[in-house]
Structure formats: C-alpha cells, structure tokens
C-alpha cells in the first residue's frame, strides 16, 4: 500500500512538471513568434507601407521650373523663359521664345501638354514614359537624334529634384493651385522692377494733388499702386478700362505689356515698362489669370465694390494719378 502511494506521488510529479514544462514552453515560444510576427510586420510596413511625403506643384513643383538650375558658378536657362506659351488661355499676342508650343508656367499648361496639346508630358499611370521626365533624365527613344536633355546646355536637375517631380506624378499628379491673389501674384509686378525694369508705379501712381506742369505726358492719368487705382483705369472721367474680365486679353493691361498696338498706333513706343526690360509671358499670364478669375481685390471683393472717387477728369488729358482731384491744369 505504501509502495503504491509512493509511486502516484511519482507519477503526479512527473505529470506536473511535464505541464509546467510545456506551458513554460508555450508561453516563450507564443511571445517569441508574435515577437517575430510583429517584427516582420513592422518590416513589411517600413518597406511597402510607408507613405511618401505628399508633394505640392504650388511649393514643389513648379518653382523647379520658374527657377534656373545652379551648379558651381553655371546657371541654366529659366523653363519658362522658353517654354511659355497661351494653351489655355487665350492671347492675340505672340509668345516670347516660346518653343515646341509647351508652357511649363502652370499646372493646367502642363497637363494641356505639347504641341499645342497634343502630345501629353504626364503619365500618371507608368511615369516612366512621361515625357517631362524623360527631358530632365536625357532618357527616351528619341534622344539620339539630336541634343533633347533639358535645361537646353545644362546645368541640368539634380537627381533629389527630378525624384521629387517623379514622385508628385506617382501620387497622381494633384493640383493645388491656389485662386489668383490681388497682393501677392499682381501688385509686385506692377510696383516692384521686373526682370531689371522701371517699376511701373514709379510713372503711374495716384498724384491727383499735382498740377498739370508736374504730370509727364507719358503717365496716362492711371493708377498702378492700388486695386482701386486699377480698377478705377485710365485717363480719369473718360475711364478707359484696364481689365476686361469677359476677355482677358483684351485688357488693355495686358495689350500694354505685350506691346499690342493698333494700325494707328504703330509708330508710336506703347510697349510697358517703357523702354524694357519687358514682362515675360509667364508674368504677363499672372495678371490675366487674376484677371480671368474676376480681377478680385486684395480681401476678395468684387470690381463693383472699388473706390474709383479719385478717377476725375485729368489736366490735359494726362497725368499719373487715376483722376484729376484739382481739375483745373494750373
């Protein structure tokens, strides 16, 4: 009887140290695989999983192209200096240097292509074959026929840039363009000196307190420093308008810095700034764009809503301001 009970009590601690054993066992080997699953998640994520940075064509992209390209004491030629021209708006105006009917000065320009829009640039499905990228890499079929790698002569773009434009074409090639702003995209151009110019403001500004013997001929009785100025147009009371929203074009802001003349006004210098250096198209297009948008003052308001009190009648039918506030031309 004695023996018997000893061997259970044998037999029990056998069996007890046997299902301590296996959980123990379970246990780290449970913890050491979700270990290495989490692990091998973890890893999978890092490699496939991970989301590119998104990229924006307002801050990214498009600078890339309305800037040159430095490398040590070499520029390159700005994009847009070449490749600007009217696709998607329209313009009576003949584009300066424009080349291969391509702009490259806004998103939609892009996207419109080559070739007077019909040779698309952007692939988002295989960008691979996109052939702004194949550009800016010297890669493509037809790059052996002659010198196609761009920036024409180099310096060309650096591999992080042109990766970052591969990556914008990837993640869809998303627009974010914002609406045309008043204080940022149009007054700089028209009081600060463009491409090495004589601002325009410097001759057109609102001067309506001068006499007649302190206003130049060649001011035009306009305003260029303000919405209101612009949007009150010129030669005073007469009111020439300077924008003309259902025709952008048309405006004869725009005219003025495309140097677009009538027959009867050929022999005469109307070309703005005067004297050069000129606006390119990529910052005439600027101001048509805001103008094609509504010609929006500085917080959004309508052309309805400006001030143009000060649009009187001009001495001598000239002047710098947008009216004659005296109105007798002593």
Not at 294 to 320: H, W
């Amino acid at each position: 009887m004695h023996r018997n009970k000893k061997i259970y009590s044998i037999f029990f601690f056998v069996i007890l140290a046997t299902v301590i054993s296996a959980t123990a066992y379970y246990r780290y080997g449970n913890a050491e695989e979700h270990s290495q699953y989490e692990h091998a998640k973890s890893d999978v994520k890092n490699r496939s999983g991970k989301k590119s940075k998104k990229i924006s064509f307002t801050n990214d992209i498009l600078p890339l192209f309305v800037e040159p390209q430095k490398r040590g004491g070499e520029e390159s030629v700005v994009c847009v200096r070449c490749h600007f021209t009217s696709l998607t708006i329209e313009s009576s105006g003949i584009p300066e240097n424009a080349f291969a009917e391509f702009s490259m000065g806004s998103f939609a320009d892009i996207m419109a292509g080559a070739d007077a829009g019909t040779e698309p640039i952007i692939d988002i499905e295989d960008p691979d074959i996109s052939l702004l990228l194949q550009r800016l890499e010297g890669k493509g079929d037809d790059m052996a026929a002659g010198d196609a790698r761009m920036p024409y002569g180099g310096p060309f773009f650096k591999k992080n840039k042109i990766k970052k434009i591969r990556t914008w074409i990837e993640q869809g090639a998303i627009d974010d363009t914002p609406e045309p702003d008043f204080n940022s995209d149009v007054l700089p151009l028209l009081t600060k000196s463009v491409n090495g110019s004589i601002p325009c403001s410097l001759c057109h500004y609102n001067n309506n307190d001068a006499s007649s013997k302190e206003r130049s001929p060649a001011q035009a009785c306009m305003d260029l420093t303000s919405w209101d100025g612009i949007i009150s147009g010129a030669d005073g009371i007469e009111h020439e308008e300077l924008v003309d929203i259902e025709n952008p074009s048309n405006s004869l802001l725009i005219q003025r810095l495309r140097g677009q003349v009538t027959e009867e006004e050929k022999e005469n210098d109307h070309r703005m700034p005067y004297g050069g250096p000129y606006f390119t198209e990529y910052e005439i297009q600027k101001i048509e764009r805001w103008i094609a948008s509504g010609a929006k003052g500085p917080k959004g308001e309508d052309p309805s809503e400006a001030d143009i009190s000060d649009a009187g009648v001009c001495p001598e039918g000239s002047g710098s301001g947008s009216g004659s506030g005296s109105g007798s031309g002593e």
